[in-house]
């Protein structure tokens, strides 16, 4: 028998199944442009980080930071809990995700390159792309989410 706490928190007629999905995962964003473009930035992210524990060290923390914050991205797209957090301007926050990662790892990049180590040049070419694709994340966030919005609030 449910007691009364029990019935206040169950959210009214959803029953169990509602519960269990919160963290579905939604599989449609996972094949789109956006979540294409999200695993690939956690997985260069992911291949750098590597690159600079084998060369430098001292670096890897900015790469495994950038990892951590595109996979929280990620988890919250996929599994939509994102929409739980109305309060929060989404798009704005993923541009500044991107803005942050590309400033990041251009002098990280540019300062891992100097060592003329292997694994460094590796980071460093690696890094490169990656900047590419935060900026085409950025620029594609720019024009679907961001711009839309400033223009419709001008014509008012």
Not at 69 to 86: G, K, N, P
């Amino acid at each position: 028998m449910l007691s009364a706490r029990d019935r206040r928190d169950r959210p009214p007629e959803e029953g169990v199944a509602a519960e269990l999905q919160g963290f579905a995962v939604d599989k449609n964003f996972l094949i789109s442009l956006k979540g294409i473009l999200l695993e690939t930035e956690l997985a260069l992210t992911f291949i750098i980080f590597i690159c600079f524990t084998a060369s430098i060290s001292a670096y890897m923390a900015a790469a495994l930071l950038e990892f951590f914050i595109t996979l929280a991205f990620l988890f919250l797209y996929t599994t939509q809990y994102y929409q739980r957090f109305d309060r929060l301007n989404w798009p704005c926050l993923d541009f500044l995700r991107c803005v942050s990662a590309i400033i990041i790892f251009l002098v990280v990049s540019f300062a891992a390159v100097t060592s003329r180590d292997g694994a460094a040049i590796a980071a460093f070419v690696f890094g490169i792309i990656l900047v590419s694709v935060f900026a085409y994340d950025a620029f594609k966030i720019y024009r679907t989410e961001i711009a839309p919005g400033a223009s419709q609030g001008d014509r008012q």
